[in-house]
C-alpha cells in the first residue's frame, strides 16, 4: 500500500465528471491550456511539513469519529451533519473514498451517517438540530454525498441526493437566494454559498440541477456586493464588508460558472487586501469559515491570488496545530477546525471536481 497513489483512486472515476464541471452544458472542445505553476503547485506548495501536519490532523478526525459515523462534540454541535460532511470531504481530499484507502471505512460511516439523517422532505440534519439552522448543514451535506456519488455512482446515495437536491431548489426564495431554514421567505449569502456548491456539486456528479436556479442565485450575490468589492450580509440590511463573507461570496459566483467577470476582480480585490500573515495570526470571528472559502477563490483565480495566498495561509495553520493533530475553534469545536484546515492544506492536491479550476 505504500506504493499507491490516491489520485488514482479517485481521478479515474472523476475523469468524465470534471469536463462538465460548469452548470451550464458546454459543446464538447479541447482543454484549454492551464498554466503548470498552477496545476503542478501541489507538488512543491504541500512540503513535507505540510502533509506531516495533514496525516496528523486527518488521524485526529478518525479517532474523534463516533460509532455511528458522526462527528462534533459540545452541547451545540454534537454529531452534527455539517462538521461529520467536512470532516468526510476531508479524508476524499486526501484520497481516501468509500471503503478505500487507509480511512476508507470511516468515509463509508460518514455516508451512513448522513443517508440517515435524510427524511423524507430530503432534509439532511439529525432531529436534534433541525430547529438550528438546518440548511448550513443541509449544504454541506448534500455536497459531500454529491462527491462522493460521482466516484462511486451507489442508487442509495442518488435517492437521497436528488431529495436533497429537490430540497434546496424549491425553498429558493424570490431573490434567488436562501436562509437557515427550509422556507421561501428571506436569504442571506452565507447560507446560499452553501447551496450554490452543493447544486455545482451535484451537476459535476450528472444530476438534473435547473438553469434557472443558478440564474437566480447568481443575480442574488451579484446585488449583494457593495461598492468596495466585499460582499453584504443580507440585501435588506446592507450592512459592511467582512472578509470570510467576502470569500463566500466569491465562490458563490465561482460555483455558479462566473469565471471572470467586474464582480469577480472586485471581489478578489477585497479579499487580498486581507491576506493571511503567514506564521503571524490573528484571533478573528469566522476563522476557519473564511479561510475555507478564501482559499478555494484564490484557487480558482490561480497566478499571483494563488501563489501569494497558499503559503501564507499554510504557514498559518501549521503555527496553530494543537500537539494532538488537531486545530481549535471555539465557535463549533475541534472537529470543524481540524476539518477545515485539513481541506485548506490539501487544496493543491486538487483531487475533487468541486474544487477543480
Same mark, same amino acid.
Given at each position: 500500500m505504500a506504493s499507491h497513489d490516491p489520485r488514482a483512486t479517485i481521478c479515474i472515476a472523476c475523469a468524465a465528471l470534471i469536463s462538465g464541471a460548469a452548470l451550464v452544458p458546454m459543446p464538447v472542445r479541447a482543454a484549454p491550456t492551464v498554466p503548470r505553476v498552477v496545476e503542478t503547485s501541489g507538488l512543491e506548495l504541500v512540503t513535507p511539513a505540510t502533509q506531516q501536519a495533514i496525516n496528523r490532523g486527518l488521524e485526529f478526525l478518525a479517532i474523534s469519529q463516533n460509532d455511528d459515523g458522526s462527528l462534533g462534540s459540545g @452541547? %451545540?454541535?454534537?454529531r452534527h451533519v455539517a462538521v461529520t460532511a467536512l470532516a468526510g470531504i476531508a479524508f476524499l481530499s486526501a484520497g481516501h473514498t468509500p471503503q478505500r484507502?487507509?480511512?476508507? &471505512?470511516?468515509?463509508?460511516?460518514?455516508?451512513?451517517?448522513?443517508?440517515?439523517? %435524510?427524511?423524507?422532505?430530503?432534509?439532511?440534519?439529525? +432531529?436534534?438540530?433541525?430547529?438550528? =439552522?438546518p440548511m448550513y448543514g443541509h449544504g454541506f451535506a448534500t455536497l459531500f454525498l454529491a462527491e462522493v456519488y460521482g466516484m462511486t455512482p451507489r442508487p442509495e446515495?442518488?435517492?437521497?441526493?436528488?431529495?436533497?437536491?429537490?430540497?434546496?431548489? @424549491?425553498?429558493? =426564495?424570490?431573490?434567488?437566494?436562501?436562509?437557515?431554514? +427550509?422556507?421561501?421567505?428571506?436569504?442571506?449569502?452565507?447560507? %446560499?454559498?452553501?447551496?450554490?456548491?452543493?447544486? !455545482?456539486?451535484?451537476?459535476?456528479?450528472?444530476?438534473?440541477?435547473?438553469?434557472? &436556479?443558478?440564474?437566480?442565485? %447568481?443575480?442574488?450575490?451579484?446585488s449583494c456586493q457593495n461598492n468596495d468589492g466585499g460582499f453584504m450580509y443580507q440585501k435588506t440590511t446592507g450592512n459592511a464588508s467582512i472578509w470570510p463573507r467576502s470569500a463566500a461570496g466569491v465562490?458563490?459566483?465561482? @460555483?455558479?460558472?462566473?469565471?471572470?467577470?467586474?464582480?469577480?476582480?472586485?471581489?478578489?480585490?477585497?479579499?487580498?487586501?486581507?491576506?493571511?500573515?503567514?506564521?503571524?495570526? !490573528?484571533?478573528?470571528?469566522? /476563522?476557519?469559515?473564511?479561510? /475555507?472559502?478564501?482559499?478555494?477563490?484564490?484557487?480558482?483565480?490561480?497566478?499571483?491570488?494563488?501563489?501569494?495566498? /497558499? +503559503?501564507?495561509? !499554510?504557514?498559518?495553520l501549521l503555527v496553530r496545530q494543537i500537539q494532538d493533530g488537531s486545530w481549535a475553534d471555539n465557535t463549533v469545536n475541534s472537529e470543524y477546525g481540524t476539518s477545515m484546515a485539513c481541506i485548506v492544506l490539501q487544496m493543491p492536491n486538487n483531487y475533487l471536481p468541486i474544487f477543480q479550476r
Open positions: @452541547s %451545540t454541535y454534537r484507502g487507509k480511512y476508507g &471505512t470511516h468515509v463509508e460511516k460518514i455516508v451512513q451517517y448522513l443517508l440517515k439523517c %435524510t427524511d423524507s422532505t430530503g432534509l439532511i440534519s439529525a +432531529p436534534e438540530h433541525r430547529q438550528h =439552522n446515495i442518488r435517492e437521497k441526493l436528488k431529495l436533497a437536491i429537490n430540497l434546496i431548489v @424549491s425553498t429558493q =426564495n424570490k431573490e434567488g437566494g436562501w436562509r437557515y431554514f +427550509p422556507k421561501r421567505h428571506d436569504a442571506d449569502v452565507s447560507v %446560499t454559498v452553501c447551496q450554490i456548491m452543493a447544486l !455545482r456539486a451535484a451537476r459535476n456528479a450528472g444530476l438534473f440541477v435547473p438553469k434557472n &436556479t443558478v440564474d437566480l442565485c %447568481t443575480k442574488y450575490v451579484k465562490v458563490a459566483l465561482y @460555483s455558479a460558472g462566473i469565471y471572470d467577470s467586474d464582480e469577480i476582480q472586485k471581489g478578489l480585490k477585497f479579499l487580498m487586501d486581507h491576506q493571511p500573515r503567514g506564521e503571524v495570526f !490573528r484571533y478573528e470571528a469566522f /476563522y476557519f469559515y473564511g479561510h /475555507y472559502y478564501a482559499v478555494q477563490a484564490m484557487w480558482h483565480a490561480g497566478g499571483n491570488h494563488w501563489r501569494q495566498w /497558499y +503559503p501564507a495561509i !499554510r504557514d498559518e
